[in-house]
């Protein structure tokens, strides 16, 4: 049902060639035309933001983020822990299954975050299909690299008292990734966005994904998300894996 969704789709070069060149300056390998370059791009892209992106086993369950951290050989002070009183752990908002996921920590004075992937997107593997799962890792990666940009920018997480508010620095999370590739739909990005879009639509329906939804619909109304997704070739109603992206220790 996936091969050959993204092997006929022209136009992925353009996206990245036509990203503002002051600050997103980069080199595109003529041969590298891959979704993995994407990924790496998007990387690059964002480096001032985050430059610690982990790949971790699927099966990884949750440890303290300190061990986390040292498995991934990432040197810090201190991890930031970040508490939102408004949502309780009934709200449906586990952090144990997620396929991407943010640690925030100190280092040298100043906040910092390393992402960690898991090595199965969505349940799906690289040898499922190499395309789908880079897709979708990009997705995710720029969806983790938000949360982190949030940090930076002390939008939704306030440093000094150590609380986020946790429905609107995902809001901001999502906005930021479908606005990002619906800024370049023209340019490859569609295919991007409208499986976004998807992810969007197939997520659970507990009470902080509701919450999440309707922050999401302000900017992108639901008709037009349903529009989006119902274009992907993996529609919401198939989607049988809804994805859950959002930072852990919150
Ligand atoms: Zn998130």
Request: overall charge neutral; charged content about 25%; hydrophobic content about 40%.
């Amino acid at each position: 049902m996936l091969v050959g969704w993204v092997a006929g789709w022209r136009g992925i070069r353009r996206l990245f060639t036509n990203l503002d060149p002051g600050e997103n300056a980069m080199q595109l390998n003529e041969s590298d035309s891959t979704f993995r370059s994407i990924f790496e791009q998007i990387k690059s892209i964002y480096s001032n933001v985050c430059q610690n992106i982990t790949f971790i086993d699927p099966t990884h369950s949750p440890e303290k983020p300190e061990s986390d951290l040292v498995n991934a050989n990432i040197k810090f002070d201190e991890v930031l822990r970040f508490t939102d009183k408004t949502v309780s752990s009934n709200d449906g908002y586990p952090a144990a299954d997620a396929d991407g996921f943010t640690i925030n920590f100190i280092r040298g004075g100043n906040p910092a975050s390393a992402i960690f992937l898991k090595s199965s997107a969505a349940g799906i593997t690289e040898n499922d299909s190499p395309d789908l799962y880079w897709l979708i890792q990009t997705l995710f990666l720029h969806h983790e690299l938000m949360h982190a940009q949030d940090l930076k920018l002390g939008k939704n997480f306030n440093l000094a008292n150590k609380t986020v508010d946790l429905v609107k620095a995902e809001v901001y999370a999502d906005v930021k990734t479908l606005r990002f590739f619906d800024n370049f739909r023209k340019d490859g990005g569609e295919p991007f966005r409208n499986m976004y879009a998807t992810g969007i639509l197939g997520r659970e329906k507990s009470p902080i994904y509701t919450r999440i939804f309707n922050g999401i619909i302000k900017t992108f109304p639901q008709a037009r998300l349903r529009a989006w997704a119902s274009a992907s070739l993996i529609s919401p109603e198939n989607n049988k894996n809804p994805t859950k992206t959002h930072p852990a220790e919150l």
